[in-house]
Nanobody, 124 residues
Framework: QIQLVESGGGLVQTGGSLRLSCVAK????????VAWFRQAPGKEREFVSS????????DYADYTKDRFTIFRDNAKNTVSLQMNSLESEDTAIYYC?????????????????WGQGTQVTVSS
């Protein structure tokens, strides 16, 4: 069982940066892979980035273009997403999701657990 709480969203200008955080309430955080997803208005939710339970392996959607970096700190039950060079197309609600650890490379379907989301708005 795990509960996820996101924070760090807000309004930023094009080219700016934001750092999102996902704090997990669980005593077995390292047994969960964690991913960030996002959903823009009128669009389906899409994968952004993920990190394995041990924090070693990471994956990114192509559109992040080396602009985003995911970090994991198991001592603090936290996964962060550093987003740089933000574009208007990055405007969306960002969600943290968790699944029980799977072999690296396993495609992310719908996570077993979701956070409530945090709004990111990029203005030009």
């Amino acid at each position: 069982q795990i509960q996820l709480v996101e924070s760090g969203g807000g309004l930023v200008q094009t080219g700016g940066s934001l750092r999102l955080s996902c704090v997990a309430k669980t005593i077995t955080f390292e047994t969960f892979d964690v991913a960030w997803f996002r959903q823009a208005p009128g669009k389906e939710r899409e994968f952004v980035s993920s990190v394995t339970g041990n924090g070693i392996e990471t994956d990114y959607a192509d559109y992040t273009k080396d602009r985003f970096t995911i970090f994991r700190d198991n001592a603090k039950n936290t996964v962060s997403l550093q987003m740089n060079s933000l574009e208007s197309e990055d405007t969306a609600i960002y969600y943290c999701g968790a699944r029980y650890s799977a072999p690296y490379g396993t495609t992310w379907g719908s996570p077993d657990y979701w956070g409530q989301g945090t709004q990111v708005t990029v203005s030009s």
